[in-house]
């Protein structure tokens, strides 16, 4: 089992940033691919970030491309997601997930383990 927390969000201005961290404990090497997902009410849950266990490959959603850049330090089991130049648009409970091999994906379920979410509200 990979267990996953959240943690960063919070109430922001338009314009704003904010950084996500997600911190794995468990069986990491389950996590081969970690991915970050947001899910807005009333909305399905969808793909914003991932990246692969070395970092070197990233992936992200055309919505937030050039915005915002996730990233990892293996060494502390801990996924970062930097949201720059926030919009109302981006408000949403954010979810960590991890899966246990590669390709990087972007359909919820091929991710094994979630994080309990993170809110990030953004005032316009």
């Known amino acids: 089992q990979v267990q996953l927390v959240e943690s960063g969000g919070g109430l922001v201005q338009a314009g704003g940033s904010l950084r996500l961290s997600c911190a794995a404990s468990g069986r990491t090497a389950r996590s081969n691919t970690m991915g970050w997902f947001r899910q807005a009410p009333g909305k399905e849950r969808e793909f914003v970030a991932a990246?692969?266990?070395?970092?070197?490959?990233?992936y992200y959603a055309d919505s937030v491309k050039g915005r915002f850049t996730v990233s990892r330090d293996n060494a502390k089991n801990t996924v970062y997601l930097q949201m720059n130049s926030l919009k109302p648009e981006d408000t949403a409970v954010y979810y960590c997930?991890?899966?246990?091999?590669?390709?990087?994906?972007?359909?919820?379920?091929?991710?094994?383990?979630w994080g309990q979410g993170t809110q990030v509200t953004v005032s316009s």
């Open positions: 990246v692969s266990w070395f970092g070197d490959t990233t």
């Open positions: 997930a991890a899966r246990g091999r590669l390709p990087i994906s972007t359909t919820t379920r091929n991710y094994d383990y």
